[in-house]
């Protein structure tokens, strides 16, 4: 079945840094991906989707790429702010039409000022 | 307008106690999921509702947990039963048809 897991469970970086954080993915025909924001004691917050027939794609201060030969998707975010402190999901759509989300663990991003 | 909305935000219950989470998803979403979380733990798939679909209902842990959606909107996850270690944050989620899903802000279960 699908499995979608992070390859760090923390990451730290300086304020004004850029940050990267990584996902992988099992299923080769997973055809939707979404990165989602979770801040201590709130629900999940969309940030952005890629769709597998994209490699890229932004949008304000992230951008996510994916890379399907490796199945490997990955979210930036620009110049790091307190704010951004939260743990981050990626999610994906197991298959082309279905809707059921797929969560990974989550990388819990840290702002060091 | 209005997100998706879970209650009751916190719930206290003994062993052996059946609960009810209510969520009432966004006006018009077709699709809503429920999800466990459990501390410092991702997302654990429950169930999904799509329309008038049968649910698909993989990710339910046990033959105590049950959930319905009725009239395609208000949907009630109930827990017969509860153990210790159903205490955990579960979150209800509704999309329009599209993939993306808005999240509540979960309820949070402790079973004492």
């Known amino acids: 079945g699908e499995s979608v897991g992070l390859h760090l469970p923390t990451l730290s970086v300086q304020e004004g840094d850029n940050s990267i954080i990584n996902c992988a993915y099992s299923?080769?025909?997973?055809?939707?991906f979404i990165w989602y924001k979770q801040e201590s004691g709130k629900g999940p917050q969309f940030i952005i989707d890629i769709r597998s027939n994209m490699d890229k794609r932004q949008g304000q201060r992230v951008t996510v790429l994916l890379n399907k030969t490796v199945k490997h998707l990955s979210l930036q975010i620009a110049a790091t702010q307190p704010g951004d402190s939260a743990v981050y999901f990626c999610?994906?759509?197991?298959?082309?039409?279905?809707?059921?989300?797929?969560f990974g663990q989550g990388t819990r991003l840290t702002i060091n000022p | 307008g209005a997100g998706v909305s879970q209650s009751p935000s916190n719930k206290v219950t003994e062993k052996g106690k059946d609960v009810e989470l209510r969520c009432d998803p966004i006006?018009?979403?077709?699709?809503l999921y429920w999800y466990r979380q459990s501390l410092g733990q991702g997302l654990e798939f429950l169930i999904y509702?799509?329309?008038?679909?049968?649910?698909?209902k993989s990710g339910l842990p046990s033959d105590r947990f049950s959930a319905e959606r009725t009239g395609g909107s208000v949907s009630t996850l109930t827990i017969q039963r509860t153990q210790q270690e159903d205490s955990a944050v579960y979150l209800c989620?509704?999309?329009?048809?599209?993939?993306?899903?808005?999240f509540g802000q979960g309820t949070r279960l402790t079973v004492v």
């Open positions: 989620a509704s999309s329009p048809g599209q993939v993306e899903a808005f």
């Open positions: 999610a994906g759509a197991p298959a082309k039409g279905a809707q059921k989300l797929v």
């Open positions: 299923n080769s025909a997973s055809d939707y």
């Open positions: 509702f799509q329309g008038n679909s049968a649910p698909d």
């Open positions: 006006s018009g979403h077709t699709a």
